[in-house]
């Protein structure tokens, strides 16, 4: 079985147990002693950023939001099924951030820059301009001015040390590439893109067709095949890709964090700088009436029990402690912490 940690691990830093007594399970956030952030961290990357509004620090680190789109009301209603304009309603905190008050959820499409003084890292990267969307027709060929924001945040495609997907679903990884003179070509020509090798493998396979699981239906494959031809197989052309294990430290202070479920090897990222503690969600909590209501998953995931239980265990490791959220579809304000709130969790934005 794999949980957030894995037996695989080298050396696992931090052990924490949790989940009770009869299904004890070791979970690995990272490493809030082994850093050793400001020695010989190198000059920082980005001094001229312009002050963003949406932007958080964890320790030495700034991680700035930058906004693909926001995703047309209605559009991804009964992706959570259980999410009835009733059921929503229901639950107060999610309005109007994520919530419209007749009980729609809202959702976005966003990337996190993380940036720690000696790297910068691109944290999923939306749908991107001009891709084939199959999954979603009216997100295909879109033309929006995502590289603008990312300059408005203050960062230019060639100052991206390492890009991160979280998962190879078609909208974590879209900007990877853009269409020049007809030809897909990576977007940041001095990143190392980061994939984890049983996610790029499991999706590899789905693209050319073997037998996986029957979450793996024709939409899933054919969308699949847009992915890599358009956004994957560029990169490792360029000799860009990097495949890496599961929960691999990225650079110094940012590390993939295994959490299955949307996809049988999703990871967030656990970021961490002067024991301060962020964690970037990616799929794992797709939209924030899962933190009151855990047991709520995506159609979308690949094993909606497995999604369930992870998420369960994660907010009670986190609820009312320091660790910062990053949600990744998160409308709104996007960060915040969980607290507990009878008998469940909610979120606080910050
Ligand atoms: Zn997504």
Same mark, same amino acid.
């Given at each position: 079985?794999? #949980?957030?940690?894995?037996?695989?691990?080298? +050396?696992?830093? %931090?052990?924490?147990?949790?989940?009770?007594?009869?299904?004890?399970?070791?979970?690995?956030?990272? $490493?809030?002693?082994? !850093?050793? @952030?400001?020695?010989?961290?190198?000059?920082?990357? /980005?001094?001229?950023?312009?002050?963003?509004?949406?932007?958080?620090?964890?320790?030495?680190?700034?991680?700035?939001?930058? @906004?693909?789109?926001?995703?047309?009301?209605?559009? *991804?209603?009964?992706?959570?099924?259980?999410?009835?304009?009733?059921?929503?309603?229901?639950?107060?905190?999610?309005?109007?951030?994520?919530?419209?008050?007749?009980?729609?959820?809202?959702?976005?499409?966003?990337?996190?820059?993380?940036?720690?003084?000696?790297?910068?890292?691109?944290?999923?990267?939306?749908?991107? $301009?001009?891709?084939?969307?199959?999954?979603?027709?009216?997100?295909?060929?879109?033309?929006?001015?995502? *590289?603008?924001?990312?300059?408005?945040?203050?960062?230019?495609?060639?100052?991206?040390?390492?890009? @991160?997907?979280?998962?190879?679903?078609?909208?974590?990884?879209?900007?990877?590439? %853009?269409?020049?003179?007809?030809?897909?070509?990576?977007?940041?020509?001095?990143?190392?893109?980061? %994939?984890?090798?049983?996610?790029?493998?499991?999706?590899?396979?789905?693209?050319?067709?073997?037998?996986?699981?029957? #979450?793996?239906?024709?939409?899933?494959?054919?969308?699949?095949?847009?992915?890599?031809? +358009?956004?994957?197989?560029? /990169?490792?052309?360029?000799? !860009?890709?990097?495949?890496?294990?599961?929960?691999?430290?990225?650079?110094?202070?940012?590390?993939?964090?295994?959490?299955?479920? #949307?996809?049988?090897?999703?990871?967030?990222?656990?970021?961490?700088?002067?024991?301060?503690?962020?964690?970037?969600?990616?799929?794992?909590? #797709?939209?924030?009436?899962?933190?009151?209501?855990?047991?709520?998953?995506?159609?979308?995931?690949?094993?909606?029990?497995?999604?369930?239980?992870?998420?369960?265990?994660?907010?009670?490791?986190?609820?009312?402690?320091? %660790?910062? !959220?990053?949600?990744?579809?998160?409308?709104?304000?996007?960060?915040?912490?969980?607290?507990?709130?009878?008998?469940?969790?909610?979120?606080?934005?910050?």
């Amino acid at each position: 079985m794999r #949980h957030f940690g894995s037996d695989a691990l080298p +050396e696992p830093e %931090v052990r924490v147990e949790f989940g009770g007594s009869q299904h004890r399970k070791a979970v690995q956030f990272g $490493n809030p002693t082994g !850093l050793e @952030v400001g020695a010989e961290a190198g000059e920082p990357v /980005c001094r001229e950023r312009k002050r963003m509004t949406n932007s958080w620090t964890i320790g030495d680190f700034t991680i700035t939001q930058v @906004v693909e789109m926001a995703i047309e009301v209605g559009e *991804l209603d009964g992706l959570i099924k259980e999410a009835t304009p009733e059921a929503v309603k229901d639950i107060g905190w999610l309005y109007p951030d994520y919530a419209t008050e007749s009980g729609q959820t809202l959702w976005s499409v966003h990337s996190y820059v993380v940036d720690t003084g000696a790297a910068v890292v691109l944290v999923d990267t939306g749908c991107g $301009n001009h891709k084939h969307i199959p999954l979603v027709p009216a997100w295909s060929d879109m033309n929006t001015s995502y *590289l603008e924001r990312l300059a408005e945040a203050g960062y230019a495609p060639e100052q991206i040390d390492y890009v @991160v997907a979280t998962h190879l679903h078609f909208d974590h990884v879209g900007w990877n590439t %853009v269409l020049r003179n007809r030809h897909w070509e990576p977007t940041f020509p001095n990143a190392r893109y980061c %994939v984890v090798k049983d996610e790029f493998e499991y999706f590899l396979g789905l693209a050319e067709g073997k037998p996986l699981s029957e #979450h793996a239906d024709a939409d899933l494959r054919l969308q699949t095949r847009f992915l890599f031809e +358009e956004s994957i197989d560029p /990169c490792v052309d360029a000799g !860009l890709l990097d495949l890496v294990p599961m929960n691999h430290l990225v650079c110094e202070g940012v590390r993939y964090t295994s959490t299955p479920g #949307h996809t049988q090897f999703h990871h967030s990222l656990t970021i961490e700088s002067q024991g301060e503690v962020g964690f970037i969600t990616g799929d794992f909590i #797709h939209h924030p009436i899962q933190i009151a209501r855990p047991s709520w998953s995506s159609q979308s995931d690949w094993d909606r029990g497995i999604s369930a239980e992870r998420r369960r265990e994660f907010l009670e490791y986190v609820a009312d402690g320091d %660790v910062l !959220l990053f949600g990744t579809h998160f409308a709104g304000h996007s960060v915040g912490r969980i607290v507990s709130d009878d008998n469940t969790f909610k979120f606080v934005a910050v």
